[in-house]
């Protein structure tokens, strides 16, 4: 069974900095993009972010564009989001998905997710 | 961005009623729509892609319809544990966008 399972989410003041990590198993990590997708509480999901299988493009959410950085170890198994100059509108449950394409694009599996909360 | 608009925002139903649930995208999105199911305080399910393929899995009373820009998620016989609530997605160009979500109680 595929595991995706998030962490690092925390209390973090604003402008401050926060790595999410979610690691991933049960599945060949390398040959899959991968995804980020948030959402504030109470509220819609939203999509930040993707990295390629072998990590060489990626793109972003407007919103976080120039503060936010997706990465991959596909050694580790594991998906990274860097989050920088964080703001209160950044406060969301954020969760890794894994991305697959049979006629169009879907996320097959999303992990548990991990709450940031940005607030002073 | 293409803005996807659910309706309703919610909706309340008893058990074997047939419901629909309608997402519209601001532009045409051709069938590159999923729908995803969330319960509270669980990560999203995905039910359909691709407009209206069933996920493997996912019970055969839920369905999925529509292309271009007028896209619907039918449960024909609702049960209790379908009470969640659901999320269109399109994946036609970034940034991908979801519906505002429709919430869907049991009577």
């Known amino acids: 069974e595929v595991h995706l399972v998030e962490s690092g989410g925390g209390l973090v003041q604003p402008g401050g900095s926060l790595r999410l990590s979610c690691a991933a198993s049960?599945?060949?990590?390398?040959?899959?993009?991968m995804h980020w997708v948030r959402q504030a509480p109470g509220k819609g999901l939203v999509w930040v972010s993707r990295i390629s299988s072998d990590g060489s493009m990626t793109t972003y959410a407007d919103s976080v564009k120039g503060r936010f950085t997706v990465s991959r170890d596909n050694a580790k198994n594991t998906l990274y989001l860097q989050m920088n100059s964080l703001r209160a509108e950044d406060t969301a449950v954020y969760y890794c998905?894994?991305?697959?394409?049979?006629?169009?694009?879907?996320?097959?599996?999303w992990g548990q997710g991990t709450l940031v909360t940005v607030s002073s | 961005a293409i803005q996807m608009t659910q309706s309703p925002s919610s909706l309340s139903a008893s058990v074997g009623d047939r419901v629909t649930i309608t997402c519209r995208a601001s532009q045409g999105i051709r069938n590159d729509l999923g729908w995803y199911q969330q319960k509270p305080g669980k990560a999203p399910k995905l039910l359909i892609y691709?407009?209206?393929t069933l996920q493997s899995g996912v019970p055969s009373r839920f369905s999925g319809g529509g292309s271009g820009t007028d896209f619907t998620l039918t449960i024909s016989s609702l049960q209790p544990e379908d009470a969640a609530t659901y999320h269109c997605l399109q994946v036609y160009n970034f940034p991908w966008t979801f519906g505002q979500g429709t919430k869907v109680e049991i009577k």
């Open positions: 691709a407009a209206s």
């Open positions: 049960e599945f060949t990590f390398s040959s899959y993009w």
């Open positions: 998905t894994r991305l697959l394409y049979n006629g169009s694009y879907y996320f097959d599996y």
